[in-house]
Protein backbone atom coordinates (compact mmCIF):
# COMPACT_ATOMS: atom_id res chain seq x y z
CA UNK A 1 0.00 0.00 0.00
CA UNK A 2 2.61 2.50 1.12
CA UNK A 3 4.26 2.26 -2.53
CA UNK A 4 1.28 2.57 -4.25
CA UNK A 5 0.87 5.64 -2.18
CA UNK A 6 4.68 6.43 -3.35
CA UNK A 7 3.70 5.72 -6.72
CA UNK A 8 0.62 8.05 -6.97
CA UNK A 9 2.25 10.84 -5.39
CA UNK A 10 5.45 11.15 -8.08
CA UNK A 11 2.71 10.62 -11.01
CA UNK A 12 0.96 13.12 -9.48
CA UNK A 13 3.76 15.58 -9.02
CA UNK A 14 4.77 14.96 -12.53
CA UNK A 15 1.06 16.04 -13.32
CA UNK A 16 1.17 19.56 -11.47
CA UNK A 17 4.93 20.03 -12.45
CA UNK A 18 3.76 20.06 -16.19
CA UNK A 19 0.82 22.41 -15.72
CA UNK A 20 3.11 24.60 -13.29
CA UNK A 21 5.05 25.73 -16.74
CA UNK A 22 1.68 27.52 -18.14
CA UNK A 23 0.28 28.73 -15.05
CA UNK A 24 1.35 33.10 -14.47
CA UNK A 25 3.07 33.64 -11.45
CA UNK A 26 1.92 36.41 -8.60
CA UNK A 27 5.42 38.34 -7.05
CA UNK A 28 3.19 39.08 -4.54
CA UNK A 29 2.68 35.64 -3.30
CA UNK A 30 5.23 34.01 -1.02
CA UNK A 31 4.72 30.40 0.74
CA UNK A 32 6.86 29.25 3.49
CA UNK A 33 6.51 25.29 3.59
CA UNK A 34 7.80 23.16 6.13
CA UNK A 35 6.84 19.67 8.01
CA UNK A 36 4.76 19.55 11.56
CA UNK A 37 5.60 21.37 14.65
CA UNK A 38 8.84 22.41 13.02
CA UNK A 39 10.51 25.94 14.14
CA UNK A 40 13.14 26.06 11.48
CA UNK A 41 14.41 28.20 8.53
CA UNK A 42 11.38 28.66 6.98
CA UNK A 43 9.74 30.03 10.07
CA UNK A 44 12.76 32.22 11.31
CA UNK A 45 12.74 33.68 7.52
CA UNK A 46 8.81 34.23 7.39
CA UNK A 47 9.27 36.05 10.75
CA UNK A 48 11.94 38.25 9.18
CA UNK A 49 9.78 38.86 6.26
CA UNK A 50 6.62 39.66 8.40
CA UNK A 51 8.69 42.47 10.63
CA UNK A 52 11.15 44.14 7.76
CA UNK A 53 9.35 43.53 4.65
CA UNK A 54 6.95 46.65 3.75
CA UNK A 55 3.34 45.82 5.62
CA UNK A 56 0.59 44.80 2.79
CA UNK A 57 2.67 44.74 -0.57
CA UNK A 58 3.31 41.00 -0.05
CA UNK A 59 0.79 38.18 0.90
CA UNK A 60 2.71 35.44 3.20
CA UNK A 61 1.52 31.80 3.59
CA UNK A 62 2.74 29.43 5.77
CA UNK A 63 1.85 25.79 4.75
CA UNK A 64 2.59 23.35 7.64
CA UNK A 65 1.09 19.60 8.19
CA UNK A 66 -0.68 20.69 11.57
CA UNK A 67 -1.81 24.34 9.89
CA UNK A 68 -5.56 25.22 9.31
CA UNK A 69 -7.06 27.80 7.61
CA UNK A 70 -6.74 31.02 9.35
CA UNK A 71 -4.93 34.57 9.09
CA UNK A 72 -2.79 36.08 12.31
CA UNK A 73 -0.12 38.87 12.02
CA UNK A 74 -0.80 39.21 8.39
CA UNK A 75 0.46 35.68 7.63
CA UNK A 76 -2.20 33.24 6.11
CA UNK A 77 -1.87 29.48 7.61
CA UNK A 78 -3.11 27.06 5.47
CA UNK A 79 -3.26 23.05 4.75
CA UNK A 80 -0.97 21.44 2.90
CA UNK A 81 -3.65 20.46 0.52
CA UNK A 82 -3.67 24.08 -0.22
CA UNK A 83 -0.98 25.07 -0.01
CA UNK A 84 0.02 23.43 -4.06
CA UNK A 85 -2.17 25.64 -5.12
CA UNK A 86 -0.83 28.41 -3.60
CA UNK A 87 2.67 27.05 -4.99
CA UNK A 88 1.07 26.86 -8.40
CA UNK A 89 0.68 30.69 -8.69
CA UNK A 90 3.87 32.10 -6.29
CA UNK A 91 7.08 33.28 -7.89
CA UNK A 92 8.45 32.44 -4.40
CA UNK A 93 8.38 29.38 -2.59
CA UNK A 94 10.84 28.28 0.45
CA UNK A 95 11.28 24.82 2.24
CA UNK A 96 13.20 23.67 4.74
CA UNK A 97 11.93 20.06 5.73
CA UNK A 98 9.63 18.68 2.82
CA UNK A 99 8.37 20.20 0.39
CA UNK A 100 5.52 19.85 -2.58
CA UNK A 101 7.42 17.17 -5.03
CA UNK A 102 6.88 19.81 -7.87
CA UNK A 103 8.99 21.23 -10.39
CA UNK A 104 9.79 24.99 -10.21
CA UNK A 105 8.54 26.33 -13.28
CA UNK A 106 11.35 28.87 -15.41
CA UNK A 107 9.11 32.05 -13.67
CA UNK A 108 9.15 30.96 -10.04
CA UNK A 109 12.34 31.05 -7.25
CA UNK A 110 11.92 28.36 -5.28
CA UNK A 111 14.96 28.35 -2.58
CA UNK A 112 15.57 24.72 -0.89
CA UNK A 113 16.81 26.41 2.74
CA UNK A 114 17.21 22.86 4.11
CA UNK A 115 17.85 22.29 7.97
CA UNK A 116 21.57 21.77 8.76
CA UNK A 117 25.07 21.51 8.03
CA UNK A 118 25.18 17.62 8.00
CA UNK A 119 27.53 15.18 9.82
CA UNK A 120 25.27 12.50 9.24
CA UNK A 121 24.07 11.18 5.73
CA UNK A 122 21.27 13.29 4.18
CA UNK A 123 19.31 13.00 0.90
CA UNK A 124 19.79 10.74 -1.27
CA UNK A 125 22.66 8.80 0.66
CA UNK A 126 19.96 7.94 3.23
CA UNK A 127 19.34 4.27 1.71
CA UNK A 128 15.66 4.48 3.00
CA UNK A 129 14.78 7.38 -0.17
CA UNK A 130 13.15 5.66 -2.47
CA UNK A 131 15.22 5.40 -5.72
CA UNK A 132 12.54 7.16 -8.07
CA UNK A 133 11.55 9.88 -6.05
CA UNK A 134 13.31 12.99 -7.46
CA UNK A 135 14.96 15.34 -4.82
CA UNK A 136 16.15 18.41 -7.37
CA UNK A 137 12.80 20.33 -7.21
CA UNK A 138 14.38 23.22 -6.23
CA UNK A 139 15.79 26.54 -8.17
CA UNK A 140 18.76 26.09 -5.71
CA UNK A 141 19.35 24.37 -2.09
CA UNK A 142 21.51 26.79 0.42
CA UNK A 143 24.79 25.78 2.29
CA UNK A 144 27.11 27.50 5.00
CA UNK A 145 30.08 26.77 3.68
CA UNK A 146 31.91 26.03 0.21
CA UNK A 147 33.55 22.38 2.05
CA UNK A 148 29.85 21.06 1.64
CA UNK A 149 29.00 22.19 -1.64
CA UNK A 150 30.02 18.93 -3.57
CA UNK A 151 27.92 17.06 -0.43
CA UNK A 152 24.80 18.71 -1.08
CA UNK A 153 25.31 18.12 -5.02
CA UNK A 154 25.60 14.87 -4.49
CA UNK A 155 22.76 14.58 -1.43
CA UNK A 156 20.31 16.53 -3.98
CA UNK A 157 21.76 14.92 -7.39
CA UNK A 158 21.49 18.77 -8.63
CA UNK A 159 24.37 20.54 -10.49
CA UNK A 160 26.98 22.13 -7.95
CA UNK A 161 25.70 25.26 -9.54
CA UNK A 162 22.43 24.96 -7.88
CA UNK A 163 24.36 24.72 -4.21
CA UNK A 164 24.34 28.31 -3.21
CA UNK A 165 26.14 29.92 -0.43
CA UNK A 166 24.14 31.48 2.72
CA UNK A 167 23.98 31.43 6.40
CA UNK A 168 21.06 29.87 7.59
CA UNK A 169 17.69 32.11 8.25
CA UNK A 170 17.45 30.79 11.92
CA UNK A 171 21.16 31.42 12.71
CA UNK A 172 20.08 35.41 12.68
CA UNK A 173 18.04 34.46 15.91
CA UNK A 174 21.57 33.15 17.66
CA UNK A 175 22.09 36.74 17.82
CA UNK A 176 18.79 38.00 19.44
CA UNK A 177 18.38 35.60 22.46
CA UNK A 178 14.68 35.41 24.05
CA UNK A 179 14.72 34.68 28.10
CA UNK A 180 11.39 34.86 28.44
CA UNK A 181 11.18 30.74 28.41
CA UNK A 182 13.68 30.50 31.08
CA UNK A 183 11.93 33.01 33.16
CA UNK A 184 8.82 31.06 32.65
CA UNK A 185 10.34 27.76 33.90
CA UNK A 186 13.15 29.09 36.51
CA UNK A 187 13.17 30.62 39.77
CA UNK A 188 16.57 32.72 39.07
CA UNK A 189 19.73 33.01 37.65
CA UNK A 190 21.95 29.78 37.85
CA UNK A 191 25.76 29.78 37.66
CA UNK A 192 25.57 27.59 34.05
CA UNK A 193 22.30 26.99 32.20
CA UNK A 194 23.09 23.96 30.02
CA UNK A 195 21.10 22.82 27.28
CA UNK A 196 20.32 19.20 25.91
CA UNK A 197 19.34 18.61 22.95
CA UNK A 198 19.47 14.67 21.87
CA UNK A 199 19.37 13.13 18.21
CA UNK A 200 15.97 11.61 17.70
CA UNK A 201 16.28 8.57 19.81
CA UNK A 202 13.23 6.03 20.64
CA UNK A 203 11.65 5.54 24.26
CA UNK A 204 11.21 2.27 25.50
CA UNK A 205 8.02 0.33 27.13
CA UNK A 206 8.83 -1.24 30.52
CA UNK A 207 8.07 -4.83 29.79
CA UNK A 208 6.67 -5.01 33.35
CA UNK A 209 4.39 -2.25 33.91
CA UNK A 210 3.48 -1.63 30.16
CA UNK A 211 3.61 2.35 31.15
CA UNK A 212 5.89 4.28 28.72
CA UNK A 213 9.63 5.53 30.38
CA UNK A 214 11.87 8.28 29.06
CA UNK A 215 15.81 8.47 29.52
CA UNK A 216 18.70 9.89 28.05
CA UNK A 217 21.93 8.39 26.88
CA UNK A 218 23.82 7.47 30.16
CA UNK A 219 20.93 8.09 32.49
CA UNK A 220 18.19 4.87 31.65
CA UNK A 221 16.28 5.69 34.64
CA UNK A 222 14.58 8.08 36.67
CA UNK A 223 16.67 7.02 39.58
CA UNK A 224 19.73 8.27 37.49
CA UNK A 225 18.36 11.42 36.18
CA UNK A 226 17.10 12.49 40.12
CA UNK A 227 20.71 11.71 41.14
CA UNK A 228 21.48 14.65 38.48
CA UNK A 229 19.21 16.83 39.25
CA UNK A 230 20.56 16.64 42.24
CA UNK A 231 24.26 17.38 41.43
CA UNK A 232 22.95 20.41 39.51
CA UNK A 233 21.19 21.62 42.67
CA UNK A 234 24.33 21.30 44.37
CA UNK A 235 26.42 23.25 42.08
CA UNK A 236 23.82 26.19 40.89
CA UNK A 237 23.23 25.08 37.57
CA UNK A 238 20.41 23.96 35.77
CA UNK A 239 19.93 21.66 32.88
CA UNK A 240 17.25 21.80 29.86
CA UNK A 241 16.22 19.06 27.76
CA UNK A 242 14.76 19.80 24.53
CA UNK A 243 13.44 16.79 22.67
CA UNK A 244 13.39 16.11 19.12
CA UNK A 245 10.35 17.08 17.77
CA UNK A 246 10.14 13.31 16.15
CA UNK A 247 10.63 11.46 19.35
CA UNK A 248 8.19 9.62 20.40
CA UNK A 249 8.61 10.79 24.10
CA UNK A 250 6.64 13.85 23.15
CA UNK A 251 3.79 11.65 24.26
CA UNK A 252 4.68 11.48 27.48
CA UNK A 253 4.55 13.52 30.92
CA UNK A 254 7.66 14.82 32.96
CA UNK A 255 8.16 14.92 36.65
CA UNK A 256 8.84 17.95 37.98
CA UNK A 257 13.06 18.46 39.05
CA UNK A 258 14.07 21.38 40.59
CA UNK A 259 17.14 22.03 37.97
CA UNK A 260 16.26 19.81 35.30
CA UNK A 261 13.42 20.81 32.76
CA UNK A 262 12.39 18.40 29.91
CA UNK A 263 10.34 20.00 27.20
CA UNK A 264 8.04 18.12 24.90
CA UNK A 265 7.42 19.67 21.77
CA UNK A 266 3.65 20.13 22.31
CA UNK A 267 5.11 22.67 25.48
CA UNK A 268 7.52 24.30 23.77
CA UNK A 269 5.48 25.29 20.69
CA UNK A 270 3.19 26.72 23.07
CA UNK A 271 5.81 29.51 23.50
CA UNK A 272 5.67 30.71 19.92
CA UNK A 273 9.79 31.99 19.30
CA UNK A 274 11.97 31.32 17.17
CA UNK A 275 13.72 28.02 18.02
CA UNK A 276 17.42 29.82 18.28
CA UNK A 277 15.99 33.12 19.98
CA UNK A 278 15.82 29.77 22.87
CA UNK A 279 19.11 28.76 22.55
CA UNK A 280 21.28 31.31 22.18
CA UNK A 281 20.39 31.96 25.71
CA UNK A 282 22.29 28.52 27.23
CA UNK A 283 26.17 28.44 28.21
CA UNK A 284 26.62 25.18 27.16
CA UNK A 285 25.33 22.63 24.59
CA UNK A 286 25.33 18.83 24.74
CA UNK A 287 24.01 16.90 21.74
CA UNK A 288 25.74 13.91 19.45
CA UNK A 289 25.46 13.79 15.84
CA UNK A 290 22.91 16.73 15.45
CA UNK A 291 23.47 19.46 13.09
CA UNK A 292 22.53 22.22 15.60
CA UNK A 293 26.24 22.07 16.51
CA UNK A 294 27.95 23.77 13.69
CA UNK A 295 25.08 26.38 14.03
CA UNK A 296 26.22 26.49 18.10
CA UNK A 297 29.63 27.21 16.65
CA UNK A 298 29.01 31.14 16.20
CA UNK A 299 28.77 31.92 19.49
CA UNK A 300 31.89 30.31 20.56
CA UNK A 301 30.18 28.80 23.49
CA UNK A 302 31.77 25.05 24.53
CA UNK A 303 29.77 21.99 23.60
CA UNK A 304 29.86 18.23 24.54
CA UNK A 305 28.90 14.78 22.68
CA UNK A 306 27.45 11.61 23.80
CA UNK A 307 28.40 9.35 21.45
CA UNK A 308 26.88 5.87 23.20
CA UNK A 309 25.58 4.90 20.17
CA UNK A 310 28.20 5.94 17.48
CA UNK A 311 28.56 2.46 16.11
CA UNK A 312 25.03 1.76 15.60
CA UNK A 313 24.04 5.26 14.33
CA UNK A 314 27.21 4.89 11.71
CA UNK A 315 26.10 1.21 10.58
CA UNK A 316 22.65 2.50 10.45
CA UNK A 317 22.65 6.06 8.85
CA UNK A 318 26.02 6.60 8.73
CA UNK A 319 28.29 9.71 8.29
CA UNK A 320 29.55 12.01 5.69
CA UNK A 321 32.76 11.60 7.28
CA UNK A 322 34.98 8.78 7.69
CA UNK A 323 35.73 9.88 11.15
CA UNK A 324 32.83 12.01 12.72
CA UNK A 325 35.14 12.87 15.63
CA UNK A 326 37.21 14.84 13.96
CA UNK A 327 34.35 17.00 13.34
CA UNK A 328 33.21 17.25 16.62
CA UNK A 329 35.11 20.22 18.66
CA UNK A 330 33.89 19.61 21.95
CA UNK A 331 34.08 16.95 25.07
CA UNK A 332 33.24 13.53 23.97
CA UNK A 333 31.30 11.58 26.65
CA UNK A 334 31.48 7.98 26.84
CA UNK A 335 29.90 7.24 30.42
CA UNK A 336 27.86 7.99 32.90
CA UNK A 337 31.38 9.35 35.06
CA UNK A 338 32.36 11.17 31.86
CA UNK A 339 28.84 13.15 32.21
CA UNK A 340 29.64 14.42 35.16
CA UNK A 341 33.66 15.10 34.93
CA UNK A 342 32.36 17.26 31.80
CA UNK A 343 29.87 19.04 33.59
CA UNK A 344 32.95 19.97 36.68
CA UNK A 345 35.01 21.49 33.96
CA UNK A 346 32.24 23.46 32.69
CA UNK A 347 30.94 24.66 35.86
CA UNK A 348 34.55 25.74 36.69
CA UNK A 349 34.91 27.38 33.22
CA UNK A 350 37.59 25.24 31.96
CA UNK A 351 37.48 25.06 28.36
CA UNK A 352 40.03 23.11 26.49
CA UNK A 353 38.26 23.12 22.97
CA UNK A 354 38.35 27.05 21.77
CA UNK A 355 40.60 26.16 19.25
CA UNK A 356 39.26 23.15 18.14
CA UNK A 357 35.68 24.92 17.54
CA UNK A 358 37.38 27.80 15.82
CA UNK A 359 39.07 25.24 13.26
CA UNK A 360 35.46 23.44 12.72
CA UNK A 361 33.78 26.95 12.13
CA UNK A 362 36.07 28.15 9.36
CA UNK A 363 35.35 25.19 8.03
CA UNK A 364 31.53 24.76 8.18
CA UNK A 365 30.63 28.72 7.71
CA UNK A 366 32.94 30.61 4.79
CA UNK A 367 29.87 32.73 4.57
CA UNK A 368 30.49 36.56 5.71
CA UNK A 369 27.81 36.81 7.88
CA UNK A 370 26.68 39.59 10.56
CA UNK A 371 23.41 37.74 11.56
CA UNK A 372 22.04 38.92 8.29
CA UNK A 373 21.17 36.18 6.71
CA UNK A 374 17.55 36.40 6.23
CA UNK A 375 17.99 40.16 4.79
CA UNK A 376 20.88 38.50 1.94
CA UNK A 377 18.58 36.16 0.64
CA UNK A 378 15.40 37.95 0.08
CA UNK A 379 18.04 40.85 -1.13
CA UNK A 380 19.49 38.17 -3.79
CA UNK A 381 15.79 37.32 -4.80
CA UNK A 382 14.78 40.63 -5.14
CA UNK A 383 12.28 40.93 -2.48
CA UNK A 384 12.41 43.96 -1.16
Not at 213 to 224: I, N, Q, V
Amino acid sequence: MRNFLQILLIILSEILSFFNKFIPKSDKKILFFSNPSYNDNARALLQWSVENLPQGKYSFYSCVKISTNGEKNNIKFISRVKGLFVFLRAKYVFYDIGTTRIRPSAKQMVVQLWHGTPLKMIGRSVSKIKKQERLDDFSFVITTSEKFLKVFALAFECDEKKVRLFEYPRNDYLLKPDFSILQNYQNKVYKKNILWMPTFRKSFLDKNTGANTFSLPYFEDMKGIEDLNEYLRNNDSFLTVKLHPADISNSLSFPFFSNIKIFNIQEYNSYNIPNYSFVSCFDMLITDYSSIYFDWLLLDRPMAFTINDLAEYSSQRGFIFENPLEYMPGEIIRSTDQFYEVLDRIINNIDNFSVDRKRIRDYSHSVNWNGDACEQIMNYLGIK
